[in-house]
């Protein structure tokens, strides 16, 4: 369980371009929960992911992740239990490596070092395996250079390097996004699989409404550093794009007439 | 160029080729050039010129290494405790470097280590075909080939693995519970153990120690990469590593022919450096020339 409570992020603090990227936000994901984020640019949303991931430092307010406060933990022990996959389908693998080590590296993610091979000869039958289930065919180039792969094969990949080790947490920052509608369908496919399969607690962010509310279980909207509305069962079923729609422009107004007010 | 000559280009060559397999760590590993590595050379020859004169010279190498894996692990630490561009830290070590390397040659700037007792004795004089004394040559290779299977070895190791995609993708390695910082300074550890080994070979092998010899050695050791990845351009770390010292050894050959032309040896490290600028600037001509081309049969 994910137990957000009162966090606010504030970037470049005492200066004209103080901004309050989440303001007070609190939130609690049940294990297994599949969790939509939505909001318009600069909502706050990669803010809260980076918040949880750990590269960025929260002002104030917790994290809990089972009960345990990793409010101030370091990022790559964070990352043990967390798994994150961005826009940029080349941020997750390295280039130059095979997909094999590069499977072998996110296996080892959070045991201890050990010696002898990153590529044990018994992981390549599990490895091949794993990468079958993506039915993209990359279990017969396991040898081959990750940077000769494209864009959506890379991004399938490090989904699968980031779920190898079933992750507490997975955190997907509009993972599709940079991709062709075809095959951002196909990776969001993929996701919603894995995601079920493993019963992982999810956040993901997306700015397509319709794979908002048609994948997992929950959706939430956020706007200027807030949660304004969190989505779930029937009222969420009966959500149409237009009513998402009508939340962001209702929260627009209220905006302005803030500005205006001062 | 006469057999012998050759032949000691040779063994030059390897000897430097093990200073590039050090740099390769850093300059194509961790993608980050390393200037420690003209201090550390002269750091192995100078620990490994202190111990022989006490006729200690094989615990002189060892200790050699350890002193030159110290200076990188310091480096190291500039470039990411202190958030130092590598390039600055490097520079700072090996300035540093240059005032204890002269110390631990109890500041004298050179020392003459004739006569006393040598890494290379073992082999000395025991092959000999045609005159010439193999003994040092095969000794070359052995260590080449030790550090090569090594460094192959190691790369493929789990903790390899990760060093390699600091290099490679150090934001991905961060977000998959690695200590990128840690795998920079273990990288900038063992290119400059290795290069003071090359140091400690130098000078045991040319049996003297200068205090200066260590300025453009990052340039050579690149030189020696360039060279060989130009050469013998493959895919894979096995065949990276191998390249590598070819290149140090065709680069070492070219060089001993431009002696025998009548270049003179105080405009080496020129050479050097106009070598690693042509090597860089001829396969970016191609595409210049393919873009120049094109543009002129448009008008
Ligand atoms: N490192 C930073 N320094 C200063 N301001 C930042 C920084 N990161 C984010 N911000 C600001 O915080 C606010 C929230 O940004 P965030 O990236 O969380 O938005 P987002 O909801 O992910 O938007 P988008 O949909 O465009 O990705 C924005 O106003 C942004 O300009
Ligand atoms: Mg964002």
């Not at chain 1, 019963?199 to 939430?220: D, E, F, Q, V």
């Amino acid at each position: 369980m994910l137990e957000i409570k009162n966090v606010s992020v504030i970037f470049n603090k005492d200066t004209i371009n103080e901004r309050r990227a989440l303001d007070n936000v609190s939130l609690v994901l049940n294990d297994g929960d599949f969790v939509s984020v939505i909001g318009s640019n600069g909502a706050g949303k990669s803010t809260l992911l980076n918040a949880i991931a750990g590269n960025v430092t929260v002002d104030s307010g917790k994290i809990y992740n089972n009960g345990y406060d990793m409010t101030y933990e370091k990022e790559h022990k964070r990352s043990k239990y967390i798994g994150r996959l961005f826009q940029d389908p080349l941020k997750g693998t390295a280039p130059s490596m095979t997909i094999e080590e590069n499977l072998g590296l996110a296996y080892s993610r959070g045991k201890k070092m050990r010696m002898g091979f990153g590529v044990r000869k018994s992981d390549r039958p599990f490895f091949k395996k794993e990468c079958e289930k993506l039915g993209l065919g990359l279990e017969h180039r396991l040898k081959a250079p990750v940077g000769l792969l494209s864009g959506g094969q890379r991004q399938a990949l490090t989904l699968l390097m980031a779920t190898i080790e079933t992750p507490e947490l997975l955190l997907l920052d509009e993972h599709t996004a940079a991709l062709d509608p075809k095959t951002s369908k196909q990776i969001m496919e993929i996701t919603d699989k894995i995601v079920k399969e493993n019963n992982i607690t999810t956040l993901m962010i997306t700015h397509n409404i319709k794979n908002a509310l048609r994948y997992g279980n929950k959706t939430l909207v956020m706007s200027n550093g807030k949660i304004i509305k969190i989505l779930e069962g029937e009222s969420r079923k009966n959500m149409s794009i237009q009513d998402i729609l009508d939340l962001y422009s209702q929260n627009a107004d209220s905006l302005s007439d803030s500005a205006i007010l001062g | 160029m006469n057999f012998t000559t050759v032949m000691g280009g040779i063994e030059l060559g390897c000897i430097f080729a093990i200073l590039s397999l050090g740099l390769y760590i850093a300059f194509r590993i961790l993608n980050l050039p390393d200037l420690t590595v003209d201090g550390s050379f002269v750091t192995g020859l100078a620990i490994s010129s202190a111990f022989t004169l006490l006729g200690q010279p094989f615990l002189g190498l060892i200790f050699a290494i350890i002193g030159g894996a110290l200076t990188g692990v310091f480096t190291g630490l500039l470039h990411t405790k202190l958030n130092m561009h590598a390039i600055l830290a490097g520079i700072l070590t090996m300035t540093g470097l240059y005032s204890i390397n002269l110390h631990i040659m109890e500041d004298k700037p050179s020392l003459y280590l004739g006569g006393l007792p040598n890494i290379f004795d073992g082999l000395r004089n025991k092959v000999i075909i045609n005159g010439y004394d193999y003994g040092m040559l095969i000794q070359l290779l052995i260590i080449n080939t030790i550090i090569i299977l090594a460094l192959y070895l190691f790369l493929k190791t789990q903790i390899g693995m990760s060093l390699r995609a600091t290099g490679d993708n150090e934001e991905m390695v961060r977000s998959s519970s690695v200590n990128t910082d840690l795998m920079k300074i273990m990288g900038f550890g063992i290119c400059n153990g290795i290069v003071a080994l090359s140091g400690c070979i130098y000078g045991q092998y040319t049996q003297t120690a200068t205090v200066g010899v260590g300025t453009g050695m990052l340039v050579l050791g690149l030189a020696n990469i360039i060279v060989g990845e130009t050469l013998f351009k493959t895919r894979g770390i096995f065949n990276h590593l191998i390249c590598i010292f070819l290149g140090a050894i065709v680069y070492r050959l070219i060089l001993t022919y431009a002696f025998q032309l009548g270049l003179p040896t105080s405009d080496i490290k020129l050479f050097s450096a106009a070598v690693v600028i042509l090597a860089i600037f001829i396969p970016s001509i191609k595409p210049r020339y393919e873009k120049w081309r094109k543009k002129n049969a448009r008008d």
